[in-house]
Each structure stands twice: as C-alpha cells, then as structure tokens.
C-alpha cells in the first residue's frame, strides 16, 4: 500500500524512495572530502554536494535530443549571475564518476557558464529508474508539445514495463488522458509532424482520429490547414464523412480490379490536393474533378500543380 501512495507523486517519489542510502554515504565522509577524494566546498544534511563538472556523464536515457540554444544561453548568464538555484541529481557509477539522473538543461548551461563544480544530489538508481525518472522529468517541462507527451508515455508504457493505469499514477492523469495521447501516435506520420510542431492542436488531432481510413484523415488534415478550420469545424467534418460512409448502399457484386484502382487514385489524389478529388471512368474515358472552396483555396490547389492564374 504504501509503494501505490507513493506513484502519484511522480519522478519526487523516484528520487526518494531511492536517496537514504546515498546520503548516509556522503554523509559518513570526513569532513570537506568527497565521495571522490577530491575536496569539496561542504555537504549539506540533505546530501546535497559538489561536484566536478568533468566527473559527470550525461544520461544516456534522456528523451530529449534538443535543446533551444538561446534560452540555455539565457540560464547559463542567469547562472553566472546568480549560480545554481536548483541542484541536479547524479548517480555514482565508480571513483569520481557520476551519471545525471535530471537536470540536464542545468547541467549544459553550466557548462557555457564555465563552472568548476555543480551542487548535486547522489541517489541511488538502476538504469530502469533512470529510464522511468527521466521521461517523467521530460513529462512535466511545460512547453511540451502532445506527440512529445505521448512518445514519453509510450516509452513508459514499453520499456519500464508499465500499465496504463499506473503510467497515469505516475504523471498524476488519469487513464482517459493517457489513452487520448497515446492514440495520436496512430495517425499518419504528416500529422503527427503538424502537431509535434504546432501547426496543429491536439484537439483537431482528436477529431481527425475518429476517422479510420488514414487517406480520409490526410484528406481532413489538409482541409483544416488550408482553410484554418477550428476544432469544431473538423468535428462536423468527421461526421459528415461518417454519415456517408452509413449512407451509401452496400455494392451486391465485389469490385473489380479497375475500380480498386480508380478508388486508390482517387484517394490519393484526395489526400494530395487536401480536397475531395473525383474520379471517374468507364475503362477507356473520364474525368478528374478537383472542387475548390473559394479563389485562396484556388491559388492553393494551382500552387500544387506549380501553375499559376
């Protein structure tokens, strides 16, 4: 019971759950002598040291693969001025090594910032906890974006071994939440792009999701860019597509291979355009109808055929 109490407070549960040890360690070392051997400034009653910046290896479990270089510029000045506010937390691998648990924004800019030492908390950690603290820490920055949020609780779910309903215990969501990010990692690859960079809200992601053919929701996609749709838009959009697909009579003899084909150029010149594109033929003549909304919507589908009116 208590282990379960303790889930919902997230990546500060990891830490100290894990700590006691490490700080009786540090804490047993003779005055002014680090863990290391090399000397330190003091070691507070909470663990908290420093320690050589050199003497620390990144976390290879990091999700994060970017960071904004003008905003770690910012904090490094920042930390220049007023030093570190917030300690980083490592883990002790051998004799003056240490691997970062999280912190690691602070841990680069303090780099740019020239500093000899980092104050820090040793805990104790196996490279699941590391895994798990890490993508919890990525989680609860706050300008994540969704698709962001939800290749972090993929990981979670994969590779810590955990279930929906203690991944959310975890991040403090519940199971609902959880499941509506993982979906959208089920939608085709352009959308999840247009999210991931937001040109596109999660709550149009949501919408568009509920549609099951992936040309339709390319084709829904394209739709909202161009014509800057809100959310509600979309939603009535995907109901309308809805109710077609439950109009139409169901066909008493199966396709033919020429219809097949029609129906898949069809579709991909749909999703193409970001239009309903119309094809038909009768086995050696037709058409091909491209609508259009208005004259913007016009120069767009013109700009895709590279001509211009």
């Known amino acids: 019971m208590t282990k379960k109490k303790a889930l919902g407070r997230g990546l500060s549960a990891l830490l100290s759950d894990s700590s006691t040890d490490d700080r009786l360690e540090v804490d047993s070392l003779p005055s002014g002598v680090s863990s290391s051997g090399s000397t330190r400034s003091h070691v507070s009653p909470s663990g908290m040291t420093e320690i050589p910046m050199d003497e620390i290896e990144v976390n290879p479990f990091q999700p994060r693969s970017h ?16 030093g570190i506010i917030q300690p980083i937390t490592v883990r002790k691998l051998a ?17 740019l910032a020239n500093l000899g030492t980092i104050p820090a908390y040793i805990r ?13 820490e990525n989680i609860q ?35 609902t939440t959880v499941t509506n990010y993982l979906r959208l990692l089920k939608l085709p ?23 099951e053919n992936p040309d339709q929701q390319l084709y829904i996609f394209k739709r909202t860019l161009a014509e800057e749709l809100s959310v509600r838009k979309v939603e009535d959009l995907v109901r309308s597509l809805a109710h077609q697909k439950s109009s139409k009579p169901e066909r008493s003899t199966a396709p033919t291979s020429a219809s097949k084909e029609i129906a898949q150029l069809q579709s991909k010149l749909s999703s193409h355009f970001g239009t309903r594109v119309v094809v038909k033929s009768d086995g050696k003549k037709g058409d091909i109808r491209i609508p259009f909304l208005s004259i913007e919507d016009l120069n767009r589908i013109l700009d895709i055929l590279k001509m211009y009116s």
């Open 67 to 82: 960071f904004d270089q003008e905003t770690l510029n910012e904090l490094a000045e920042s930390i220049r001025v007023h």
């Open 95 to 111: 004799h003056n090594q240490y691997q970062l648990i999280s912190g690691e924004r602070r841990f680069q800019a303090s780099k």
């Open 124 to 136: 104790a950690a196996n490279d699941q906890q590391m895994l798990e603290m890490a993508l919890i």
């Open 141 to 175: 920055r706050e300008n994540l974006n969704a698709i962001e949020i939800a290749l972090s609780y993929q990981r979670l779910l994969s590779e810590c071994n955990l279930k929906q309903e203690e991944l959310g215990e975890r991040v403090g969501k519940n199971r």
């Open 189 to 211: 690859p352009d959308i999840q792009i247009a999210v991931r960079d937001n040109k596109l809200s999660m709550g149009h992601a949501r919408a568009i999701i509920n549609v």
